[in-house]
Structures are given as structure tokens and as C-alpha cells.
């Protein structure tokens, strides 16, 4: 009997997720950056790699306290209105070149400029959000110009979050200057359930 006993406890310990553990503000945010939890992920192409971070709210919420004292009400409140949308990070990074990606491989003024307009007021039309029963547009979009200052561009992206339930999620971006295409990320239902919680 005594066998059987010790595979069971071991089994209990070996199934604790995540989901189980507390982390501090500076802790959570290591968590979810780390690329083996499932919530950060890359796709290199020829010429550019495409970093997606999935951001839950409470990240975000880390990320705004971790420099300053928050109470568990404002947490609270500010996880709960953050709730309303699925929040991503998309950065895109020029290989082989510190200048600015939207100059990678241009073939004048002409590209540099329709890439920036692209970017900056059309692009979010070709951002969508597939979940189990539904495709979700894109409802809240920045994005942040290097200004020559580094290879990469970050594209702050939001969707409504119609279903509450935890689900797998699938970002996809059609984009239409850089000669890449639909890129798709997956994010799947198990990591989202792994996320730690927020002391």
C-alpha cells in the first residue's frame, strides 16, 4: 500500500498549475514573459521577426504597480476594467540592421512613406481575433514609431472580450507591406488557465 500512496501524492504535487501560485508584481511580470509559459511567442521571417505578447490584465496592472504602492481595491478595480478587451503587444523587428524597421528593404521615399501610413491608419483593419465561435476585429490600436532609434515597432492591439470563459485564442495579422503575409499566433486555453495570480 505504501507504493500506491507515494505515487498518489506525487501525482497531487506534479498537477499543482500554476494557477496555484502568488507572485509578486515583478515576479507575475517575469512569468508571463517567460516563452515557456505560452503567452509570449516569435515567428522569424527572412527579413524580420514578429514577437507576439499576449498582455492579461493583470500584467498590465503589474506592470503600472511594480514602481509604486497599489492597494488590493485600486487592483481590483483597474483588472476588472481591463477585462473588457483581450490586450496584445506585436513587435516587429528588423534583422541585419539598426535602422528603423519600416526602412528595411525599401526601394525608396515612396515605400518608406506608404509603410508609414499603413502602419499608422490602415492596419488594424487587417488584425482579427479567432476564438472558439467567433472572429473578433481589431477595437484598439497604436502604434509606436522607432523614430530611427532602434530596429523594431511595437503595434499596441486590443479586441473585445465577448466571453468571459477562458478559451484558445488566435491572433492573426494580414499584413499587406512587408511582403510577409497572414502571420497567426495560437494561444492555448492551457496556459491561459496556468496564470499565476497577483499578491
Known sequence: MRIPYLFLIFFLFISCS????????KEFIEWVE???????MMKEFDDFIFTLQYKPAEYIVAKECVNKECSK?????RIHELEELYHFNLKITAKDTQEEMLKKNISG?????Q????????AENDLKLYTLNDTID????HFERSYNMAPYSNMVVGFERKVKTL???????????????????????????KLPTIK
Open 167 to 193: 478559451q484558445d485564442l488566435t491572433f492573426s495579422f494580414d499584413e499587406k507591406v512587408l511582403g510577409i503575409g497572414k502571420i497567426n499566433f495560437k494561444i492555448e486555453k492551457d496556459a491561459l488557465e
Open 109 to 113: 521615399t515612396d515605400e518608406y512613406f
Open 18 to 25: 500554476d494557477s496555484d501560485k502568488s507572485l509578486n508584481e
Open 73 to 77: 481595491e485600486e487592483i481590483q478595480s
Open 34 to 40: 517567460d516563452e515557456e509559459n505560452g503567452l509570449l
Open 138 to 141: 481589431c477595437g484598439l490600436y
Open 115 to 122: 509603410r508609414i501610413e499603413y502602419f499608422t491608419s490602415l
